[in-house]
């Protein structure tokens, strides 16, 4: 319709919330039933996003960048997160979701890919300021690219009309994967619980490890110097009894039955790290889906 009241409310940026309808308690609910062996994450991404929702004017965008080994749930934690923010989900035309692989796969087209994700922002930004970014795979993004958001990100930046201080932005990466691995088999190994592993700790940690990292992103980019993130989020590895709960999950999905002989061959298909321990999966819960498929 030509006078379609959604769109004309959003001409008044600032007011605007076009279909943000954020269910916090739905997204705790869903993550303390789903998310398995992620209290850090859990906590860390559940204090933030309070804070910054129940903020009328936000000084600066929320900004979370999610750490961890694969298959530990960053993906999933995220397509949760626009779940319970947008209508829509993952689907809502205010949910931008890149991949280097399929939006930034071409080097020698740096220029090109620079100019359209800038215009990109701050086009949709203009449309809606309660957008949310999301960046996959940061740890293979050619160098360069995020210099172009960190204007974004911080408090400073302001564009006519628009409040682009309500946007979300998240990032996910495997870099700090090792560290952290690192300090939950040490944790382990002194029989402290997986529980007693605090944020300080690994902040540090992760931090480092995204600035020893040329392939990261984040590379000379001034976004880490500047402190333009609001948390480093830690992903935990998956033990045994996690992977279990994956495979619940995902029976459950399917509206099966748990069934002890399909969880026992996902487990007996699932490489376990460190050698001698064999405490955590090697790929979190990742080949659960479709070892169940093959095993059904
Ligand atoms: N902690 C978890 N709790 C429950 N399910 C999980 C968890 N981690 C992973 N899964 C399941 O495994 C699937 C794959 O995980 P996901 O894509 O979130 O991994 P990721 O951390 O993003 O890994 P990668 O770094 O490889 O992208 C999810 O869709 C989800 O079904």
Known sequence: APWDMTSLRCNFGAFCECDFRPDLQGLECDLAQHLAGQHLARALVVKALKAFVKDPTPSKPLVLSLHGGKGTGKSYLSSL??????????HSPHVHHFSPGIHFSHPNQMECYKKDLKNWVQG?????????????????????????????????????GTNYRKAIFIFISNTGSEQINQVAVEAWR???EREEILPQQLEPLIFQAVLDNPHHGF???????????????????????????CVFNELAQLGLEPRDEVVQAVLDSTTFFPEEEQLFSSNGCKMVASRIAFYL
Not at 221 to 240: C, K, N, T
Request: with cysteine.
């Open 124 to 160: 949709n930004l203009t449309a809606c300021g309660r957008s949310l970014f999301l960046f996959d795979e940061m740890d293979e993004l050619a160098p360069g690219l995020m210099e172009v958001l960190r204007p974004f990100l911080g408090s400073s930046w302001v564009v006519y």
């Open 81 to 90: 997160l626009a779940h319970y923010l947008f209508r829509g989900g993952l």
């Open 190 to 192: 002194s029989r402290r």
């Open 219 to 245: 590379w000379n980019s001034g976004i880490m110097e500047e402190h333009l993130l609001d948390a480093l989020v830690p992903f935990l590895p998956l033990q045994r009894h996690h992977v279990r709960h």
